[in-house]
């Protein structure tokens, strides 16, 4: 492949979409991120989920100010991620 092939391949909005589906599918399909999204979802009546609130021991947190993943739960992720595209044969992250 020519250095002018590979520029026309990786500048061409749809050669762009579907590689990005496709690492989407293959990084992101089947990890930890299944589980974190198994979860109950809320429901707004607003739509904007400023009327949702989240009750902890110290207090309420709205919705829109709330983490959705907590730092452990994000560092497994992005292992999970790697560790999937990653060949096994490699030293996986740890």
Not at 13 to 19: S, W
Not at 25 to 37: A, K, S
């Amino acid at each position: 492949m020519t250095g002018e092939t590979a520029r026309a391949i990786s500048t061409h909005p749809e050669v762009l979409k579907r590689l990005a589906k496709y690492l989407a599918q293959q990084c992101f399909r089947n990890t930890m991120l299944e589980d974190l999204h198994a979860g109950i979802t809320p429901d707004s009546q607003i739509g904007d989920y400023t009327d949702v609130v989240v009750r902890s021991p110290y207090g309420e947190i709205p919705w829109p100010k709330l983490s959705r993943l907590s730092d452990e739960e994000m560092k497994a992720l992005m292992i999970d991620v790697v560790n999937k595209d990653v060949p096994r044969t490699d030293c996986p992250v740890r």
